[in-house]
Structures are given as structure tokens and as C-alpha cells.
């Protein structure tokens, strides 16, 4: 079946410009995290949509970056004005359902974003 | 801040060895799991583990939950070059969804 399909794989940027990455999740999975993972650190956490409710944009590192969900299935990530610290791969995850300490959050494949 | 430090960082073994990875917290977590990631791809969920103490087997990968569930092991017997890849262990918390602390990761190389 169709996994988690991110869009597009390789992105070259320059500093200063702005970018828009895209997320396809499993059809029926109600659940959208965006993660950030740079060279020698982890996953780092982003931004979480659930259905309708207001996104947790705890993990958004500063007001460049944003994320919208679309009739809760299609997410885009856009962050304004890139920096070089902005460089990593960037992965979108869905799960079926929140909550569950045993949930499993599907990846997709990420985006690389480097900017120049 | 919730961390968890993975050890190593990087391991390069001959095929049939044995290893293990560790992973480590100052904080309890609900669950624990463990992923295990290619280049190019996204990570992939291997197990959960729940309860302090718990041992879950898969083929030849063995994993432990701690007994105070702040750090948990993975041991893999004769290792294949199949298992190289970016292994992560992530701690889960939930408080109305699933909050996943990642760590680092171990880069594992099996060496044909």
C-alpha cells in the first residue's frame, strides 16, 4: 500500500529565500508530525496536527518556519528567509491515531534541504 | 527537556559478531522504541516496549526496557552486513499524542 510520500526529495536553496515542503500521508491517518534531523543530531521534532484541532508548534525553532494541513491530509512546511542553519533532511511521520504509547508513526523518505 | 543519549555513536563489526547498543535517560518514559533507518529513507519502527523490565525478541535482535524505564539495550546476535543502518531508540511520552524524544542514534557497519 501507499506510504507517507514527501516532496521533493532534494531541495538546493539560497540563504535568504523561501521554501514550501510537502507531505502526503497514509490515507486515513489522522495524525501529521513534521520532524528536522541534522548532521550529528536527532529527530528532532517540529510541529503535530490532529483533525481539526490547533497544531502543537512547540518544536517550530523560530517564526520562520510554519506548517498548514489541508482538509486534514496533505501538510506543507514553508520556512521563510532560509539560513544555512536551516540545512537538514526533513521528515514527515503519520499515525492512525494519537495518543497510544504504542501508536506507530509511519516516515516517509524526508526532504534534504541545503541552502547555500 | 527530556534527552537520551545513545552509546556508540558508531560501531563497525565483522559479520557474526555480536553487539549492543544502549540507550539512556535521567527521565522515565511511558514506552520506549526503537527504529531503524537507511539512507534516503525515513526511519522505521522496530518495537515498542512498555513495561519496566520487558524483553521483546525479533529474529536476532533482543530488546530490554530498563526497570525503572528510563533506558533500554539492543543486542543483536551474528550480525549480518543487512543490519547496517542508523539505529535510534525514542522515548515516548503521551500526553494527548504521542511525544517522541529521539535520540542521536547508532551508525552500525557490518562488515561482509
Known amino acids: 500500500g501507499a506510504g507517507v510520500s514527501q516532496s521533493p526529495s532534494n531541495k538546493v536553496t539560497e540563504k535568504g529565500k523561501d521554501v514550501e515542503l510537502r507531505c502526503d500521508p497514509i490515507s486515513g491517518h489522522t495524525a501529521l508530525y513534521w520532524y528536522r534531523q541534522s548532521l550529528g543530531q536527532g529527530l528532532e521534532f517540529l510541529i503535530y496536527f490532529q483533525g481539526n484541532s490547533a497544531p502543537d508548534k512547540s518544536g517550530l525553532p523560530s517564526d520562520r518556519f510554519s506548517a498548514e494541513r489541508t482538509g486534514g491530509s496533505v501538510s506543507t512546511l514553508t520556512i521563510q528567509r532560509t539560513q544555512q542553519e536551516d540545512s537538514a533532511v526533513y521528515l514527515c511521520?503519520?499515525?492512525?491515531?494519537?495518543?497510544?504509547?504504542?501508536?506507530?508513526?509511519?516516515f516517509g523518505p524526508g526532504t534534504r534541504l541545503t541552502v547555500l | 527537556t527530556q534527552l537520551l543519549e545513545q552509546s556508540p555513536q558508531f560501531l563497525s563489526i565483522q559479520e557474526g559478531e555480536n553487539l549492543t547498543v544502549y540507550c539512556n535517560s535521567s527521565?522515565?518514559?511511558?514506552?520506549l522504541q526503537w527504529y531503524r533507518q537507511e539512507p534516503g529513507e525515513g526511519p522505521v519502527l522496530l518495537v515498542t516496549v512498555v513495561t519496566g523490565g520487558e524483553v521483546k525478541k525479533l529474529k536476532r535482535l533482543t530488546f530490554q526496557f530498563g526497570d525503572a524505564r528510563k533506558d533500554s539495550s539492543l543486542h543483536i546476535t551474528a550480525a549480518q552486513p543487512g543490519d547496517t543502518g542508523l539505529y535510534l531508540c525514542?522515548?515516548?511520552?503521551?500526553?494527548?499524542?504521542?511525544?517522541?524524544?529521539f535520540g542521536i542514534g547508532t551508525k552500525l557497519q557490518v562488515i561482509p
Open positions: 525514542a522515548g515516548v511520552d503521551s500526553g494527548g499524542y504521542q511525544k517522541v524524544t
Open positions: 511521520a503519520s499515525s492512525l491515531a494519537p495518543g497510544g504509547v504504542t501508536d506507530t508513526q509511519y
Open positions: 527521565s522515565v518514559f511511558s514506552s
